[in-house]
């Protein structure tokens, strides 16, 4: 899951965090934020939620007889938005407008949000009642989509002998929010071959038009393929994967490791393939399988 969010932190990307309840989604955020100096804002998804307790809204002064602006949470760097899928659909529209556009318009005023900026929003798998789902076309606004699972039993007995002490764990900085944008300008000129460009393509392709490549067999399992977002998401995290490697290129194993966090939520799937219980993880890995490498 770090390494993911590294991702998208030098790619500007935003992530989708699914997991039960517990496991340390808030604190990782917060600790990403403390390393590299930028401000953090934790917004807490509720069915009674309203647009201006995101964006911020205008403030009546009796003293002065003026509107004042009041900047909602959403002007940090790194956002948790927790539980996302609580909050109605308009709320829900006014926190992925901004990771769009990443500028907020509040009384007729447009102003930017401060780079590096940031949105890792939770989603818990098991509760439904209470709930409004996202809808596709807001899932793919997310460059990544991460399933966080349990710890191993020797990660949990670490995490136990570490955290039951109660006291804080210091973190250190390690980078500044200038760095990051540094990086972020190196790594878009991160060299890329033609030919891990048209196996880029084609895996995004396959998604869409199975058969053509082989894959008849998914051609009924599969709703809607991946768009032209997924393309671009695609080519940005397996630069950004090459840079943490130490690479001055990408590979065909870039793509490979990073496809599944970026398809999974961009393939939609059949009621055939939920009947016989095939995932999206299942089509992506078969995918990925099928189209030759360079």
């Known amino acids: 899951m770090i390494d993911r969010l590294l991702i998208s932190l030098l790619t500007g990307g935003h992530v989708l965090l699914e997991g ?10 917060r600790t990403l934020a403390e390393t590299i100096s930028t401000t953090f804002s934790r917004i807490q998804f509720t069915a009674d ?3 201006a307790d995101v964006v911020g809204t205008q403030v009546y002064d009796q003293s002065t007889g003026k509107f004042l602006v009041k900047k909602g949470p959403i002007f940090a ?63 793919d606004r997310f460059m990544l989509k991460l399933r966080v699972g349990y710890p191993t039993r020797a990660e949990e007995k670490e995490i136990m002998r ?13 980078a500044s929010p200038e760095a990051v944008m540094a990086a972020r ?34 051609a009924p399992l599969i709703e809607y393929g991946a768009s032209p977002r997924a393309t671009i998401a695609l080519a940005q995290a397996s630069r950004a994967n090459a840079f943490l490697r130490g690479r001055a290129f990408v ?27 095939v995932t999206s993880d299942d089509i992506v890995t078969k995918v990925l399988a099928k189209i030759e490498s360079p």
């Open 185 to 218: 300008a190196r790594i878009a000129d991160l060299y890329m071959d033609e030919r891990i460009m048209d196996y880029i393509v084609d895996i995004v392709h396959a998604t869409r038009e199975p058969g053509a490549a082989g894959l008849d067999d998914l």
């Open 49 to 51: 939620l309203l647009p």
């Open 77 to 139: 760097n790194i956002i948790l938005a927790d539980e996302i899928n609580r909050a109605p659909a308009k709320v829900q529209s006014a926190l992925l407008e901004a990771m769009q556009e990443k500028q907020v318009t509040i009384g007729g005023v447009t102003y930017k949000l401060e780079e590096p900026f940031l949105v890792l929003a939770t989603q818990n798998p098991i509760e439904q009642e209470g709930t409004y789902p996202l809808p596709e076309a807001q899932v």
């Open 20 to 29: 039960v309840p517990g496991l340390a989604k808030t604190l990782t955020v």
């Open 162 to 174: 570490r955290m039951a002490s109660g006291e804080p764990i210091p973190i250190d900085h390690v």
């Open 251 to 277: 590979t065909p194993d870039d793509v490979k490791a990073i496809a599944p966090d970026v398809l999974r939520h961009r393939v939609l799937t059949t009621y055939e393939a939920e009947a016989e219980e």
